[in-house]
């Protein structure tokens, strides 16, 4: 991530924890995601890191381009608020998880759940 980008984020992040609200946060998606709206007849127009995908008679929906073109990135809250939810499984299929611990995730779904990933150790992190 470049120094720009990082500071971008990090913006991104203090404003989400100040307010608490999240739904700023950018969600991860294969570009494939948007086949079914091009084919459908949808018209999507971009820039070098933004695009826009418009439908007749539907919300706009602009979006992040990363990962040399092939994910896209939405606000947390634009994806309960733009995307119909008869087509959010469409998108769920089609979600990019970020680098994340397994077995931490599991811990926050099921708290008091044993998880063995391995013995308890000191750790020192660099």
């Not at 999240?22 to 999507?44: N, T, W």
């Not at 995908?53 to 092939?70: H, N, R, S, W």
Request: aromatic fraction near 6%; charged fraction near 25%.
């Amino acid at each position: 991530m470049s120094e720009q980008a990082d500071l971008v984020w990090r913006r991104t992040v203090a404003r989400a924890v100040s307010s608490g609200d999240g739904s700023a946060l950018p969600i991860h998606f294969a570009a494939s995601v948007l086949r079914r709206y091009v084919d459908g007849g949808a018209k999507i127009l971009r820039s070098d890191t933004v695009g826009r995908l418009m439908q007749p008679g539907k919300a706009v929906i602009d979006f992040g381009i990363v990962e040399d073109d092939t994910v896209i990135h939405l606000r947390f809250g634009d994806i309960g608020s733009l995307i119909p939810e008869s087509e959010r499984v469409h998108w769920l299929d089609h979600l990019v998880a970020p680098s994340a611990s397994r077995p931490y995730l599991q811990m926050t779904l099921q708290p008091g759940a044993c998880h063995d990933d391995g013995d308890l150790r000191e750790w020192n992190p660099r």
